[in-house]
Nanobody, 129 residues
Framework: VQLQASGGGLVQAGGSLTLSCAVS????????TGWFRQAPGREREFVAA???????YYADSVKGRFTISRDNARDTVSLQMDSLKPEDTADYFC????????????????????????WGQGTMVTVSS
């Protein structure tokens, strides 16, 4: 299983970026996928997740600004980031749960990085003020 994240870059505050995570070795529609981020000197934190059935979860800090979506035909998961702020600056990682069609309803499950067995490399997002 491999995850390939892309789309990071430098953007001014208020701007937008779209990150993409290409998954190989799994049919992404059958597994929860999450985005996490890690700023320098800080812990890796949850950003957003999408369940096999399509339900989505967001960290409070990005709710209303970020949108996670999935393209089942291409086995990719995207993160549309709007109204970016300097505090969004971080290395962004996509991750895949190993549980086939997880039916867990607890949102804490999807925001916990221990849920995810497979991780892509990070893609850096820098938001200038």
């Amino acid at each position: 299983v491999q995850l390939q994240a892309s789309g990071g870059g430098l953007v001014q505050a208020g701007g937008s970026l779209t990150l993409s995570c290409a998954v190989s070795g799994r049919t992404v529609a059958n597994y929860a996928t999450g985005w996490f981020r890690q700023a320098p000197g800080r812990e890796r934190e949850f950003v957003a997740a999408i369940r096999p059935g399509g339900r989505t979860y967001y960290a409070d800090s990005v709710k209303g600004r970020f949108t996670i979506s999935r393209d089942n035909a291409r086995d990719t998961v995207s993160l549309q980031m709007d109204s970016l702020k300097p505090e969004d600056t971080a290395d962004y990682f996509c991750a895949l749960d190993a549980t086939f069609r997880s039916s867990v309803h607890d949102s804490n499950y999807y925001s916990d990085r221990r849920t995810y067995h497979y991780w892509g490399q990070g893609t850096m997002v820098t938001v200038s003020s």
